[in-house]
């Protein structure tokens, strides 16, 4: 029998099975798609995901930024900088292949399943039933995103919000400089982003309410103000799950981590760097239960606790945010507060070590 099994094969199931395979359990990763997969993502990396990374992954680095641009709907733009990079720039279905080709190196195995139809929990394991195989393992990790069909069929009661957010590519005919920004001239609660990548620009949309058919259409608008008639390609669509603060995904030997538990960021839409953590918080309480047979549901909620405080804090941000965008990115503008920012950014912190020095 296996010792784990994962499903979904994003940041959050890589992690915990790259950390699950270091101290010797056996790991099987499951996912839809056989990879390289598309996924909607801009892959921009902040210093504190970066930092979560067991391996070097400069080989799938694009670019790196020192400032960003902030466009508030009222008032004048302004620039958020330090001396070192505020966030890095992968493509994610790079980086993906990148970590999973890093997992199956460390003797992981990965499958590529059709359809998941029951999780059912013995005694002393599982059993996964898929379209086509029945698998048994002590433990299960549902790393399957926003639409988690694990958080399905094991938390019928755990709530995710879902926030879509919408990207695209259009070809940079300057090679530069181009700002990452973040414009919050978006009508409506979110923003529109402008991520540089080299040879491409990656654009999108990011709404906490809002009508996905609508956003299409304004984000070629947008594009087209912006860049002028460079076409849209590689439009793609996601929800990011947020909402995780308030809960803690852990029932009998199922744990849910990244946006399957609901632990993106609700301010930014930020996921990777919680779904690298909440990944390797389930690794390491899967080990520890699995010598001392208990269930590890405890262990991964106390491994959280400060994750969640920060999202819980994140939370409280967007309501900000987006409530009052005027006075709140008002209050950025302030160099006492961006240049706060910026250095907590650059030194790979979170909101909560930013500003509560927690
Ligand atoms: C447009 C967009 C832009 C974003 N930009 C950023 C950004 O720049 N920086 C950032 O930090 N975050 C960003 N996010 C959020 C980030 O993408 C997510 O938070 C992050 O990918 C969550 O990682 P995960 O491993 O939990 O899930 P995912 O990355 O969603 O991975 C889930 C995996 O599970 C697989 N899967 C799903 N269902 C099943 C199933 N039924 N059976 C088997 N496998 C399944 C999927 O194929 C996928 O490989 C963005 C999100 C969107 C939608």
């Known amino acids: 029998m296996l010792d784990v099994v994962i499903i979904g094969a994003g940041p959050a199931g890589t992690a915990a099975a790259f950390d699950l395979l270091s101290r010797g359990l056996s790991v099987l990763l499951l996912d839809k798609h056989v990879f390289p997969r598309k996924k909607a993502c801009a892959g921009g990396i902040t210093p504190k995901a970066m930092a979560l990374f067991r391996y070097d992954i400069s080989s799938v680095l694009r670019q790196a930024c020192r400032s960003i641009r902030i466009r508030p709907r009222f008032g004048q733009p302004f620039l958020i900088q330090d001396e070192n990079p505020l966030c890095h720039m992968t493509q994610r279905w790079e980086l993906d292949l990148f970590s999973l080709n890093r997992v199956q190196e460390k003797g992981g195995q990965f499958q590529v399943v059709k359809k998941i139809i029951s999780i059912e929990e013995k005694d002393l394991h599982l059993e996964v039933r898929t379209s086509d195989q029945l698998i048994k393992s002590r433990y299960l990790i549902g790393a399957d995103g926003a639409n988690s069909i694990v958080r399905r069929l094991t938390h019928p009661f755990c709530r995710v919000n879902r926030y ?43 709404s906490i309410a809002g009508n996905p058919a609508l956003k299409q259409r ?124 910026a250095k907590g950014y650059a030194d790979g912190k979170t909101l909560g070590q930013i500003f509560l020095g927690r």
């Open 218 to 341: 304004q984000l070629a608008e947008y594009a087209q103000n912006r860049f002028g008639s460079n076409p849209l390609s590689a439009v793609k669509g996601y929800p990011i799950g947020v909402g995780g603060y308030a809960h803690c995904p852990g029932k009998g030997r199922v744990l849910l981590v990244g946006d399957a538990a609901g632990f993106g960021e609700s301010l930014l839409g930020e996921g990777i760097y919680f779904a690298l953590k909440s990944g390797q918080a389930a690794a390491h309480a899967i080990v520890s239960s699995h010598g001392a047979n208990t269930f590890p549901g405890s262990a991964y909620a106390r491994k959280i606790k400060t994750m969640r405080g920060d999202l819980g804090l994140y939370h409280l941000g967007s309501r900000c945010l987006y409530s009052f965008p005027r006075a709140s990115l008002k209050l950025l503008s302030y160099p006492f507060f961006h240049e706060k920012f």
């Open 164 to 206: 879509p957010a919408l990207e695209a590519d259009i070809r940079a005919d300057h090679p530069g400089p181009h700002f990452m920004e973040f414009d919050f001239s978006l009508p409506g609660k979110g923003y529109y982003w402008i991520f540089p990548k080299g040879d491409h620009i990656n654009i999108g949309i990011y």
